[in-house]
């Protein structure tokens, strides 16, 4: 079954990931909240959510035998999850979509209190952790403005590519206020370089965004956008 609007047959086919993360997701209301846009390059990584001028602002991908999906403002793992349009039922399919298990076991990073309780709420058993500890845990919660330390990091990049499940929401703009060179500096790039994301210093105008009937285009993920480019040009 060869989608145009899908991974195809040339690499990775992410439209059952993307139906799975969006069932139910009709709206995603931003607010007065300004995401960051996210590059999309990774093998098994994908857009989710786009804006009007067709860039995302939320993102997944596959990470060996773990998932990661990335949201580009930490409100929608905050206060937005009970407010206007589908972003608390994005999330409920996130949850699900990264975990390994049916009940998963989930850290979240101290200081996201909202998430917390929601997920609390949701059923789920949540506690409060970090990057060095998160063996136990099947999934972790955590905003992108935390610089990890050289153990944290690795010990984050080991959970998760045995099978770990990354849920991570914040915006880059304010960092490259004072900041150069994201894409490595960035404190979240550097848990999101091994899911082939990058969250950008550029921001959408979220605001009101619909989602559509199909996947994204292929093209919006910048490695296969290349290998479009490269033959298109033989």
């Not at 989710?48 to 001028?53: F, G, N, Q, S, T």
């Not at 500096?185 to 105008?205: M, Q, R």
């Amino acid at each position: 079954d060869d989608d145009d609007s899908s991974g195809g047959e040339e690499g990775f086919d992410w439209t059952a990931d993307w139906e799975a993360l969006t069932l139910g997701v009709s709206v995603i209301e931003s607010g007065e909240s300004l995401p960051s846009s996210t590059v999309v390059w990774g093998d098994s990584a994908f857009p989710v959510i786009l804006d009007e001028a067709n860039l995302p602002f939320v993102t997944a991908a596959r990470v060996g035998d773990g998932r990661a999906f990335q949201v580009g403002h930490e409100s929608y793992i905050g206060g937005g999850l009970t407010g206007a349009g589908d972003t608390g039922q994005l999330v409920r399919n996130a949850v699900q979509w990264v975990s390994a298990v049916e009940d998963p076991l989930i850290g979240v990073e101290a200081g996201l209190t909202s998430l917390t309780t929601w997920l609390q709420d949701e059923g789920y058993t949540v506690e409060t952790t970090d990057l060095e500890n998160l063996d136990k845990y099947d999934v972790y919660c955590t905003t992108t403005y935390g610089e990890p330390s050289e153990d944290g990091l690795a010990a984050f990049r080991e959970w998760l590519l045995a099978g770990g499940g990354l849920i991570a929401g914040g915006h880059a703009w304010w960092w490259g206020y004072d900041h150069d060179n994201a894409a490595e500096n960035y404190p979240g790039n550097k848990l999101l370089f091994d899911a082939g994301l990058v969250v950008t210093t550029g921001w959408v105008s979220a605001g009101t965004d619909t989602v559509g009937d199909d996947a994204p285009s292929v093209l919006l993920n910048a490695t296969r956008l290349q290998v479009a480019l490269d033959v298109a040009d033989d």
